[in-house]
């Protein structure tokens, strides 16, 4: 069992930054992948920026460049830092672990999500 904690999340203006914090559980949560998930009221939830046990990234068009995942597996943390953010990024965001990469299901452990608004 793996127990997610997301923290973080608010209401921003358009252009804005928020830093999304996942922390785990579980001892040896770095060998573990994690994924952020997004979900908006009446769309799919999607992938936003996935990060492997060894560090490698992986983000979807609609936010490279914007977003950067990281971990600090001393501390049994994944961030999430959003920059640039815009109104169509406001969803509840979600960590999911164990996530891996190019397999388009997530894994079995979900956080209890984080509000993001972006709205001026």
């Known amino acids: 069992q793996v127990q997610l904690v997301e923290s973080g999340g608010g209401l921003v203006q358009p252009g804005g930054s928020l830093r999304l914090s996942c922390a785990a559980s579980?001892?040896?949560?770095?060998?573990?992948?994690v994924g952020w998930y997004r979900q908006a009221p009446g769309k799919q939830r999607e992938l936003v920026a996935g990060?492997?046990?060894?560090?490698?990234?992986s983000y979807p068009d609609s936010v490279k460049g914007r977003f950067t995942i990281s971990r600090d597996n001393t501390k049994n943390t994944v961030y999430l830092q959003m920059n640039s953010l815009r109104p169509d990024d406001t969803a509840v965001y979600y960590c999911?672990?164990?996530?891996?990469?190019?397999?388009?299901?997530?894994?079995?452990?979900w956080g209890q999500g984080t509000q993001v608004t972006v709205s001026s």
């Open positions: 579980k001892t040896r949560f770095n060998i573990y992948g």
């Open positions: 999911n672990t164990p996530w891996r990469w190019g397999d388009p299901d997530p894994g079995a452990y």
């Open positions: 990060i492997t046990s060894g560090g490698s990234t």
